[in-house]
């Protein structure tokens, strides 16, 4: 069965860095684009990245401004969010988060989250 | 972007009762509206994609319908495992993917 599993999450300070990993499992990993989709305490859900089934198309919320990079290792079928510069209002829970095939924009698989808290 | 808004950001209905929750986008987005359900702590589930196809295990007693800027999602027979947070999300024009801000169904 489909399985993504998050990790990497903390407490870190404003200006710090920090790498979330996303582990899947129970699908053929190199087929899929894969997302980021993050939601702070309380809110509603924001979309953060895709990265391309093959890693040449990688596209970002314009909030983020150049901060994070999205990256994948489809050999470990693992995916990446590098963050760096963190501000308090990066707290959130980060997911992955899977289309259910080429082409789609929803997701049919969803993470259990990983809690990142930016403060001092 | 496209902005999606949700109303009523919170209801409270009846087990039995037949709720109904709104999403309209900013432009035209044609049936590429999807929704999810969340409940405390835990991660988002599909119920409908493409605005009317039920994403496969979800109950019947959920729809969706819409096209174009207006959507809505119906519970047609509340029960107590509905209580939960209420997401539409449009898959039109990305990037951005962009949700609505929620729509919080309590149990009376």
């Known amino acids: 069965q489909v399985q993504l599993v998050e990790s990497g999450g903390g407490v870190v300070q404003p200006g710090k860095s920090l790498r979330l990993s996303c582990a899947a499992s129970g699908f053929t990993f190199n087929t899929y684009a894969m997302h980021w989709v993050r939601q702070a305490p309380g809110k509603g859900l924001e979309w953060v990245a895709v990265i391309s089934s093959d890693e040449t198309n990688k596209y970002y919320a314009d909030s983020l401004k150049g901060r994070f990079t999205i990256s994948r290792d489809n050999s470990k079928y693992m995916m990446y969010l590098q963050m760096n510069s963190l501000r308090p209002e990066d707290t959130a829970v980060y997911y992955c988060a899977r289309p259910p095939n080429w082409g789609s924009h929803y997701f049919d698989y969803w993470g259990q989250g990983t809690l990142v808290t930016v403060s001092s | 972007d496209i902005q999606m808004t949700q109303s009523p950001s919170s209801l409270s209905a009846s087990v039995g009762d037949r709720v109904t929750i709104t999403c309209r986008a900013s432009q035209s987005i044609s049936t590429y509206l999807n929704w999810y359900q969340q409940k405390p702590g835990k991660a988002p589930k599909l119920l409908i994609y493409?605005?009317?196809n039920l994403h496969t295990g979800v109950p019947s007693r959920f729809s969706g319908s819409g096209s174009g800027t207006d959507f809505t999602l119906t519970i047609s027979s509340l029960r107590p495992e509905d209580s939960a947070t209420y997401f539409c999300?449009?898959?039109?024009?990305?990037?951005?993917?962009?949700f609505g801000g929620g729509t919080k169904v309590n149990i009376k």
């Open positions: 493409t605005a009317s």
């Open positions: 999300q449009q898959s039109y024009r990305t990037p951005p993917l962009t």
